[in-house]
């Protein structure tokens, strides 16, 4: 049973501003380097607005201890999701006046290309055996249907032989009887499935189902702000877990892990030092 504990970054403002980094950790490598100390997995988050650099995956790979391991985010665009036009390599963006594109607003092979680029910018972390997943987060719309189904398969055909994890949050995944047709069907083709725990109640809200269906299990948490609808991330996810609640989940994703070769749990609280404090606790629980 192996079960790596970390948080979605080390880099928000807020952390920076919450004196959790010791005074004269200022540079992007004593960061990064302060905070593998203490953990042995993180999510980076950037890599969703932002297609990464080859040479910061070189960086990353290169101040961090052997065995420490990154997840990054998959690129919006991606994923559906609606995506800055300015953020997308500049001789691949489309010729349009709108500020946010889709991939169908791209030309057939620009979207290719992006695919290609994002991947092998990552061809650091992978060939120093610190990519722990590509986490693909799946946008509110993203629903149960035979398209959908089919394009998770794209997804890993395309990432392959990268590890792949994918998170969908639209409820039709999980009512009745397609719960387990959801988890079936992940098993079948290898998917890693990410669990998360969130507000309930909202158009994303998926319930915390705790499932390993590949080598690789996920959960992600979320929190449980009382402002889950609010615009303002930090009002989003500004939620610390007590005590008691990551009491609660230990022992849960300690099930979790017999079924998986490794378990990957990250808090994704974050504001402040809302997320290092958890994750450490919940390290300390499991390890009791």
Request: charged content about 25%; proline content about 8%.
């Amino acid at each position: 049973m192996a079960i790596r504990v970390g948080t979605a970054s080390w880099t928000d403002p807020t952390l920076l501003a919450s004196g959790w980094y010791p005074p004269g950790t200022d540079s992007a490598e004593q960061r990064l380097a302060y905070y593998a100390s203490k953990f042995p997995l993180v999510e980076v988050d950037a890599t969703y607005y932002h297609p990464p650099a080859e040479q910061t995956a070189r960086l990353w790979a290169e101040r961090t201890p052997p065995g420490f391991l990154f997840n990054v985010k998959a690129f919006s665009l991606l994923t559906g999701h609606p995506t800055r036009t300015a953020a997308i390599y500049q001789d691949l963006r489309p010729e349009t006046p709108k500020q946010r594109v889709y991939p169908k607003d791209l030309e057939p092979q620009a979207y290719e290309d992006v695919w290609t680029r994002f991947l092998s910018a990552l061809d650091p972390l992978a060939d120093a055996g610190k990519l722990g997943a590509l986490l693909f987060q799946f946008p509110p719309w993203f629903t149960i249907r035979r398209s959908n189904k089919d394009f998770l398969v794209e997804v890993k055909r395309r990432c392959s032989p990268l590890p792949v994890a994918v998170e969908l949050r639209h409820h039709s995944w999980f009512d009745g009887d397609n719960a387990a047709e959801t988890l079936d069907f992940l098993r079948r083709h290898e998917l890693p499935y990410v669990a998360v725990d969130m507000p309930q109640g909202h158009r994303e809200s998926v319930p915390p189902v705790l499932a390993a269906t590949a080598g690789l299990a996920m959960m992600r948490f979320h929190g449980h702000s009382g402002r889950w609808a609010s615009k303002d991330i930090h009002e989003k996810f500004g939620y610390e877990y007590s005590a008691d609640e990551l009491r609660t989940w230990a022992p849960k994703l300690r099930e979790l892990a017999t079924h998986a070769e490794q378990t990957h749990a990250l808090m994704n609280n974050c504001y402040r030092d809302y997320a290092q404090r958890n994750a450490a606790q919940l390290t300390q629980l499991l390890s009791a």
